[in-house]
């Protein structure tokens, strides 16, 4: 049985295309929510999802596949919090936007196969409703032990993972999964914060801010060693494949209230910042936008 671990806007449109397929399900979440959720695919179609139990950490019975699917500064807390539910054949897939926020000190005292990945997909929670805002999208996943050979539990979740309507899983090896990872994170650079300091979509972003956004990529390009041209390609693709959205830190912001310090750019922004330290970059354009940030939602 699967467990989904958060149920933000991911971790609940996972859990909506689980049930449609038919998957038995559990889910954790720090939130009293009802056992069901009402869900308009992408295609306009409109559900109302059952048949998944929302538990506690503590409630949850023991886990064979774990989808962690929170915040980045939540990802490890939230695997501790479930540490005795896991058995030595678990699999437990990581879900999260931006780098830098898994601690190899502490992911080595976990015997599990543990999985990292990176999505496409996106979906937005809407006066109670989810609205899926992807025509699906493709999981990139890899090992975090490079190389190593799934397991019977990480085999039979990604195989799940793959028959969702929409949705396309590739196993990727280590190197390939970190260029897919350093393109998001770009693009996440570029959008994120300014959305919020905004407080616009996505498709407003590069007009209101294209000195910054260009700026952004050049940085991150150069902090990265990626390609600048076909890094700002991809960029602006995602601008305008998602320019009626809001992202996902303006969720966080100005839906559930958080704080900057409590979302994700600190491993967005704030990680393109520490890899520039190491390797003596200036980074101007995304010190302005990490600054700006956190002093206008401290």
Do not use: W
């Not at 295309?17 to 954790?28: T, Y």
């Not at 989810?130 to 050979?149: C, D, H, K, R, W």
């Not at 616009?200 to 700026?215: F, R, S």
Request: net charge neutral; proline share 2%; charged share 20%.
């Amino acid at each position: 049985m699967i467990t989904v671990l958060g149920l933000g806007s991911i971790g609940s449109l996972l859990s909506c295309k689980l049930r449609l397929n038919s998957c038995r399900l559990n889910v954790i979440s720090r939130l009293s929510r009802n056992a069901e959720i009402n869900y308009k695919e992408y295609n306009g179609l409109e559900h109302t999802i059952k048949g998944f139990e929302v538990h506690t950490a503590e409630s949850i019975p023991p886990i064979q596949q774990l989808i962690i699917a929170t915040k980045a500064s939540d990802a490890l807390p939230a695997l501790e919090s479930v540490r005795d539910k896991l058995n030595e054949d678990s699999s437990v897939l990581f879900l999260q936007n931006g780098l830098g926020y898994l601690n190899h000190s502490k992911l080595k005292t976990f015997n599990q196969q543990l999985l990292i990945s990176n999505t496409n997909i996106a979906a937005t929670l809407v006066n109670g409703k989810l609205i899926e805002s992807s025509n699906g999208g493709t999981f990139n996943v890899t090992t975090y032990t490079p190389s190593q050979a799934l397991t019977k539990n990480s085999e039979g979740l990604l195989h799940t993972l793959a028959s969702l309507d929409g949705i396309d899983v590739k196993m990727v090896d280590n190197k390939d999964f970190l260029n897919t990872a350093h393109l998001k994170l770009v693009a996440n650079c570029s959008i994120n914060a300014l959305g919020s300091i905004h407080n616009c979509k996505n498709g407003d972003v590069y007009q209101l801010n294209k000195d910054l956004v260009e700026g952004v990529i050049n940085e991150a390009s150069t902090v990265l060693c990626l390609d600048e041209k076909s890094t700002r390609d991809y960029v602006l693709n995602v601008l305008q494949s998602t320019k009626d959205n809001y992202n996902s830190t303006h969720r966080d912001i100005y839906q559930r209230g958080k704080r900057a310090s409590e979302t994700e750019i600190e491993y967005i922004n704030g990680h393109i910042l520490r890899e520039a330290d190491l390797r003596g970059i200036n980074t101007p354009y995304n010190r302005y936008i990490y600054d700006d940030f956190m002093c206008k939602f401290k």
